[in-house]
C-alpha cells in the first residue's frame, strides 16, 4: 500500500470522478423524460442499450473481476484483451484501478482497511445510510492512486493490462459515443440523442449502481450461505442484474472460483461465458471449489 491511495484523489481527479458518477444519471432522468413526454420507444434504442449494458457488464464481472484480478480462469490474448476493452467500456474507472482496489477490499472485507464496507460508520440506522452511500460510490471520491498490492504488481507488468489501462480514455470515449453513432445510422434525424440518452447513459447508470450495489446491497442484506469472514450475502436479485455477480457470499468464501453462484449456477451468466469460452478453446484451468471444500465452508 503506498502512502498517496489513503491521501484522496487531487481536484481534477475528484472532478473527472463526479463527472463519471454525475453525467450518466443526468442523461438516465432526461432519457426518462423524453419517454414520458412521447410515450415510447422503439425497439431498435431498447436492444442497444442491452446489448452495450451486457457486453460492458461481462468486460466487468468475466475480465475485470474473475479474469484479471483473481485468475479464477486463464484466457488467450486476444480474449483477454477483448475483456480488458468491455471493462473499460463501463465507467468504473481504469482496468490496474478497478482490480487493485477491489483486491484490497478481499484483503480487509468489511474491516476499517475496506475501501467500500457499508458499515464504515456504524450499526445505527443513519450510520448506516451513510455507509450504503460510501460503498456505493462515494468512496471512489476519497480514494487515491491504486493501492501498489500483489495484484498491483502482477497487472502493472501485464503487456496488454498496461496497453489498455493507458488508453482508457479511449475505450470511455467510444462507449460513450459508439451508441450515438448507431443511434444516428438508424435515424439521421434523432438518432444520435436518443443512442447516446439510452445506449450510453441510461445504460452506463443503471451498469454502474448494478455493479455497486454488490459492494453496498450484498455486505447487508441478503442470504449467507457460507462462512466466509465477512458480511457479504447472496442476492437473487443482483445475481441476474450483475451475471452472477450478486451471489457474493459465494465469492467471497472461494474467491478463486470461475463460479459465484455456488447454489444457483443456472443464474451465473458470467460464468456460463467461461464455459463457452472454454469449450470454444479460448479458456483454461477454469477453477472451481470441491464438493468438500464447499461443504465444509456451509452455514
Ligand atoms: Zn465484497
Ligand atoms: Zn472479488
Redesign the pocket.
Known sequence: MNSDSRSGPSAPKRFAVLAVIIVPFVGFLYACLTLWQHGYLEWFYIILALVFYVLTGLGITVGFHRLFTHESFVANPSIRFLLAVLGSMAFQGSIIDWCTR?AD??QA??KPR?P?SPWKYGVSFWNLLKGVLHAQFMWLLKVGKPPENKCYKRLISDPIVSLVDSTTWFWMLTSAFLPAVLGHLYDPEHGFLKGFLWGSCARLFLLQHVTWA??SY??IWGKRRFRSG?L?TDSYVFGILAFGEGF?NG??AFPRSALHGIDTPWLDLSYAVIRALKRAGLAKDVIIPSVDSINGKRR
Open positions: 477491489h477490499h478481499h472485507s468489511d475496506d467500500h454488490i459492494n450484498c455486505h465477512d457479504s457474493h465469492h467471497h
